[in-house]
């Protein structure tokens, strides 16, 4: 089976290019998700931009180049990039932490592949696309957060060498001038059905390059760790109806930067295909993007009744955007339709009135009521997300919300799991509070995406904060940060979630990290450049030890799974034989 080289190769940068020789300390930016603060985690977007192109003649090649960068000193992502022989080079710079990381690798691809085309998407750079195309190492910016159309036309006109540009909708690019051209931005689509979530063109891919490494997305993970444990993510819609102040994937958001004025869902019954297409090749959880209530309680009915009767044990994981006004009938339903379920929620806080102000209007009472129904209906597990650096918020309120987080573990026991973390390093632009600042009490400190850059290699956390708030300061946000941590992580070994390993393991990192603060602080008031630098670089081993998790453990988020999880001969034989074109 030979190697081709692919016409598109899409490259995950990691948030700061030379974490490996800067030392930062990064703090609990990536608590509340799998990854580590390196966000090694590439976009699952990636995967329907493999599988579209793909299917249309277009041979797409994933490399995690964060993630094969935190799994060894030893690896050369210059080197591996230089050897690289693309007909277009594709970086991701979604979440605004990669800011400095994307450009970096912008710049390698570059001094070594000059004439190979560089190309941008995501989030951050739709909206940031007027500065970014100014980046000498940027050719192409495709915006909207639905690109897999217009990549696919824009590939094609590179791979057959036709520079007629200018009829590729939602491309923004540079021409021989270096004049930038603005495409209308006219491509969001209203329907999702032609996309699925698929596992077998990734497979196929890591047959075609024998490559698996570069496709995991955890750090952490060896190949067959993630055959044992691999993500299954699906996706039900592009878009939101709900305005969370505070996040950029909100409606309001969306359609002044993206265009999209409604969400788009995927048609139920594909939803549900999907899911059972991954419960043949693994018992692994499924994670379910987005709150099936959003189109209306009927199209979620629909997609659990396409689920019920069929057998399978993987964990279903639920989102709720609000609570369910009818609790126990909903809950009863989904135990009707899936064996092994579990549900998140992020309430924010404990306070109505502060949940309110950011954008959610359901009450604890709710909260309450929909655990219990939850948990009586079968659910084996219910997350709870709390987060510090909300209007009206002083960190006393921090403080209450986890007696608030004692009371349910109290109540409800070991199934209950709360987490509280910070918004950080950034409030999202083009969400509500972001664009409204005096509005909501917020003071954003950055507005630039070279700001942003420069932010990401600040020595600590702190001095990367693009906000403070009328109620607390950054070094209130920081402190209070740690405070709630230490607080929550002894009610969870109180209550039972954690044992006293991991309790002390964790007070341990969250003293270190208060620790390395305080001597941060005093290193920044170093006049010395040269001293200043030494003094840090004295520390990179103590903040190397942050470079998992601080608050909140990353096994804490990892949803149970059976032994066996992957049907991994029979995927591969169904990757083998779609990659020979002989099903």
Same mark, same amino acid.
């Given at each position: 089976?030979?190697?081709?080289?692919?016409?598109? /190769?899409?490259?995950?940068?990691?948030?700061?290019?030379?974490?490996?020789? $800067?030392?930062?300390?990064?703090?609990?930016?990536?608590d509340?998700?799998?990854?580590?603060?390196?966000?090694?985690?590439y976009?699952?977007?990636?995967?329907?931009?493999?599988?579209h192109?793909? &299917?249309?003649?277009? +041979?797409? &090649?994933?490399?995690?180049?964060a993630?094969?960068?935190?799994?060894?000193?030893?690896y050369?992502?210059?080197?591996?990039i230089?050897?690289?022989?693309?007909?277009?080079f594709?970086?991701d710079?979604?979440?605004l932490p990669?800011?400095?990381g994307?450009?970096?690798?912008?710049?390698i691809?570059?001094?070594?592949h000059?004439?190979i085309?560089v190309?941008?998407?995501?989030?951050s750079?739709?909206?940031?696309?007027?500065?970014?195309?100014?980046y000498?190492?940027v050719?192409?910016?495709?915006?909207?957060?639905?690109?897999?159309e217009?990549?696919?036309h824009?590939?094609k006109?590179i791979?057959?060498?036709?520079?007629?540009?200018?009829?590729i909708?939602?491309?923004?690019?540079k021409?021989?001038k270096d004049?930038?051209h603005? $495409?209308?931005f006219t491509?969001?689509?209203?329907e999702? $059905?032609?996309f699925s979530? +698929?596992?077998?063109?990734?497979f196929?891919?890591?047959?075609?390059?024998?490559?698996?490494?570069?496709?995991?997305?955890?750090?952490?993970?060896?190949?067959?760790?993630?055959?044992?444990?691999?993500i299954?993510?699906?996706?039900?819609?592009?878009g939101?109806?709900? $305005?969370?102040?505070?996040?950029g994937?909100?409606?309001?958001?969306?359609?002044?930067?993206?265009n999209?004025?409604?969400p788009?869902f995927r048609?139920?019954?594909?939803?549900a295909?999907?899911?059972?297409?991954i419960?043949k090749?693994? +018992?692994?959880p499924?994670f379910?993007?987005g709150d099936l209530?959003?189109?209306?309680?009927?199209?979620?009915?629909s997609?659990?009744?396409?689920?019920?009767?069929?057998e399978?044990?993987?964990?279903?994981v639920f989102?709720?955007f609000?609570?369910?006004?009818?609790?126990a009938?909903?809950?009863?339903?989904?135990?009707?339709?899936v064996?092994?379920?579990?549900?998140e929620?992020?309430?924010?806080?404990?306070?109505? &009135?502060?949940?309110?102000?950011?954008?959610?209007?359901?009450?604890n #009472?709710?909260?309450?009521?929909?655990?219990?129904?939850?948990?009586s209906?079968?659910?084996?597990?219910?997350d709870?997300?709390?987060? /510090?650096?909300?209007?009206?918020?002083?960190?006393e309120?921090?403080?209450e919300?986890?007696?608030?987080c004692?009371?349910?573990m109290e109540?409800?026991g070991?199934?209950? =799991?709360?987490?509280i973390l910070?918004?950080?390093?950034?409030?999202?632009?083009g969400?509500?509070?972001?664009?409204?600042?005096?509005k909501?009490?917020?003071?954003?400190?950055f507005?630039?995406?070279?700001?942003y #850059?420069m932010?990401?290699?600040?020595?600590s956390?702190?001095?990367a904060?693009?906000?403070?708030?009328?109620w607390?300061? #950054?070094?209130?946000?920081?402190?209070?940060?740690?405070q709630?941590?230490?607080?929550l992580n002894?009610?969870?070994?109180?209550?039972g979630?954690?044992?006293?390993d991991?309790?002390?393991?964790?007070?341990?990192?969250?003293k270190?990290?208060i620790?390395?603060?305080?001597a941060?602080?005093?290193?920044?008031?170093?006049?010395?450049?040269?001293?200043?630098r030494?003094?840090?670089?004295?520390?990179?081993?103590?903040?190397?030890?942050?470079?998992?998790? =601080?608050?909140?453990e990353?096994?804490?988020?990892?949803w149970?799974?059976?032994k066996?999880?992957?049907?991994v001969?029979h995927?591969?034989?169904?990757?083998?034989?779609?990659?020979?074109n002989?099903?």
């Amino acid at each position: 089976m030979s190697i081709h080289n692919p016409h598109l /190769i899409l490259l995950h940068p990691p948030a700061v290019y030379d974490f490996r020789k $800067n030392p930062i300390m990064f703090g609990p930016i990536a608590d509340g998700v799998p990854s580590t603060p390196i966000f090694e985690m590439y976009p699952i977007g990636f995967f329907s931009i493999l599988e579209h192109l793909g &299917r249309n003649g277009i +041979n797409v &090649r994933i490399i995690n180049l964060a993630a094969r960068m935190l799994g060894s000193e030893k690896y050369d992502a210059e080197k591996v990039i230089r050897r690289l022989k693309p007909i277009a080079f594709g970086i991701d710079l979604h979440w605004l932490p990669h800011a400095q990381g994307s450009l970096e690798v912008a710049k390698i691809c570059k001094r070594h592949h000059p004439d190979i085309p560089v190309i941008f998407g995501g989030f951050s750079a739709t909206y940031f696309y007027e500065e970014l195309i100014r980046y000498p190492a940027v050719d192409f910016i495709v915006r909207g957060d639905s690109t897999e159309e217009p990549l696919l036309h824009l590939m094609k006109a590179i791979t057959h060498q036709d520079q007629s540009f200018s009829n590729i909708p939602n491309l923004v690019w540079k021409d021989a001038k270096d004049e930038v051209h603005i $495409n209308p931005f006219t491509h969001v689509p209203t329907e999702l $059905n032609e996309f699925s979530n +698929n596992f077998v063109p990734i497979f196929k891919s890591a047959l075609k390059y024998r490559d698996i490494k570069s496709l995991l997305p955890f750090h952490g993970w060896s190949a067959h760790e993630w055959l044992d444990y691999p993500i299954t993510p699906v996706i039900t819609c592009r878009g939101c109806v709900h $305005n969370c102040i505070f996040c950029g994937g909100s409606n309001n958001a969306l359609a002044m930067y993206c265009n999209r004025r409604k969400p788009a869902f995927r048609d139920p019954e594909l939803i549900a295909a999907d899911i059972l297409k991954i419960t043949k090749y693994a +018992n692994a959880p499924i994670f379910i993007i987005g709150d099936l209530r959003q189109p209306g309680k009927e199209y979620a009915f629909s997609i659990l009744d396409f689920l019920k009767g069929v057998e399978f044990e993987n964990h279903i994981v639920f989102e709720l955007f609000d609570t369910v006004p009818e609790p126990a009938a909903y809950f009863e339903r989904v135990s009707e339709s899936v064996k092994n379920f579990n549900f998140e929620i992020s309430p924010d806080s404990h306070d109505e &009135r502060i949940r309110a102000a950011a954008g959610k209007h359901y009450k604890n #009472r709710d909260i309450v009521e929909n655990i219990k129904c939850a948990l009586s209906s079968g659910c084996n597990r219910f997350d709870l997300f709390f987060m /510090i650096g909300l209007p009206f918020q002083t960190c006393e309120s921090v403080m209450e919300t986890v007696d608030w987080c004692g009371y349910l573990m109290e109540k409800f026991g070991e199934r209950v =799991v709360p987490f509280i973390l910070a918004y950080s390093p950034f409030l999202d632009p083009g969400c509500i509070a972001y664009e409204n600042p005096e509005k909501f009490g917020y003071k954003i400190r950055f507005k630039t995406l070279e700001e942003y #850059r420069m932010a990401m290699l600040a020595p600590s956390w702190k001095y990367a904060l693009n906000y403070e708030t009328e109620w607390m300061t #950054r070094d209130e946000i920081v402190d209070c940060t740690y405070q709630a941590g230490l607080k929550l992580n002894r009610l969870k070994v109180k209550y039972g979630l954690i044992d006293e390993d991991s309790f002390k393991a964790t007070e341990e990192k969250i003293k270190l990290a208060i620790d390395l603060t305080t001597a941060i602080d005093k290193i920044s008031e170093i006049k010395d450049d040269t001293i200043k630098r030494e003094k840090m670089q004295e520390l990179k081993p103590k903040t190397d030890m942050m470079l998992d998790s =601080v608050i909140n453990e990353k096994r804490d988020m990892v949803w149970p799974a059976e032994k066996k999880r992957f049907g991994v001969f029979h995927l591969f034989k169904v990757a083998i034989a779609d990659y020979l074109n002989i099903r």
